[in-house]
């Protein structure tokens, strides 16, 4: 979706997810504070960026640890979905592949989920190794005319800490390093205007999303992108998909359970079995009905 200038005060907030009222009380007050991060004239300094963003990503915090790092690592997957096109427009054949980073992000949350059904432990990554891998595969060849190395630098540094996200020790310093490129930097676009309606669609759209497990209401999409439908149903799509899985994985007899992950028996009952098809999880199969339920990317 494009997003236009509006002004932030008189934006009509409601919530497709549903978050707690703590939770819904803190972002209508963070509505109506002013940053001068984001180059709002009526900024008087009173309102830190960082102070908020800390704050919020606080409330995503539970007492269980896997819940918490799914909540980090879904909201790093949705904004690394609105960077892969600045990416993509720069580099279209670099050596660094956001696709394959997005496939092992879902990888990863299909794959939490199930072990957490069975309660076994969460899947772990080596991120150091593949962070030094990206590092080193850094092209600097341009084939299309870029004004400032910021932009491509910040979206790659997007994907950088999106792999670093699946650690969880490190995935809140990741998250707001992501964070910094997006809103203050240029990894989705340049300049200083639209930064508070990049703000805010992060703070109504990707908090609560991130909160529930489920898709964004909207994709932010730069103004003037090409193609710029198909981008969004991508997004959407991968989305939608990946909620739609969750949901099929933990939905048997909620009434046994107000908890995400105390379904220790769905698997067995369900005999769900998800497998990724060939080495970049192009497909998730439910193996029971032997049935494709959607191609990622």
């Not at 803190?26 to 180059?39: M, V």
């Not at 008087?44 to 007492?63: F, H, I, P, Q, Y």
């Not at 739609?244 to 698997?267: G, P, V």
């Amino acid at each position: 979706m494009v997003i236009k200038s509006t002004p932030s005060i008189n934006r009509q907030v409601s919530y497709t997810n549903k978050i707690p009222k703590p939770l819904e009380a803190l972002l209508n007050k963070i509505r109506l504070e002013h940053y001068e991060e984001l180059y709002e004239p009526e900024a008087d300094g009173t309102a830190s960026l960082e102070d908020t963003l800390n704050e919020v990503l606080g409330t995503l915090r539970s007492t269980n640890k896997t819940l918490s790092h799914l909540r980090y690592v879904w909201m790093a997957l949705i904004l690394a979905l609105v960077v892969e096109p600045t990416v993509k427009y720069y580099q279209p054949h670099g050596n660094i592949s956001p696709k394959n980073i997005i496939n092992l992000m879902v990888k990863w949350i299909i794959e939490t989920i199930n072990k957490s059904i069975v309660s076994e432990n969460s899947t772990e990554i080596s991120v150091d190794k593949l962070i030094a891998k990206i590092t080193g595969n850094f092209d600097f060849y341009f084939p299309i005319e870029i004004a400032s190395l910021q932009v491509i630098n910040e979206a790659l540094d997007v994907f950088r800490n999106a792999v670093r996200v699946l650690d969880y020790n490190q995935s809140v310093e990741a998250i707001l390093e992501i964070l910094d490129d997006c809103l203050e930097g240029y990894a989705i676009f340049p300049g200083s205007y639209g930064r508070r309606e990049l703000f805010e669609w992060w703070l109504f759209d990707v908090v609560p999303a991130s909160f529930d497990l489920k898709p964004p209401k909207s994709f932010y999409v730069v103004e003037g992108l090409q193609n710029k439908e198909t981008i969004r149903f991508r997004q959407t799509s991968l989305m939608n998909d990946i909620s739609y899985l969750l949901q099929y994985i933990t939905n048997e007899d909620k009434k046994q359970s107000q908890h995400l992950f105390y379904y220790n028996n769905i698997a067995k009952d369900k005999e769900i079995n998800i497998e990724f098809k060939g080495s970049s999880f192009n497909s998730i199969i439910n193996t029971r009905n032997d049935k494709k339920i959607t191609q990622f990317v």
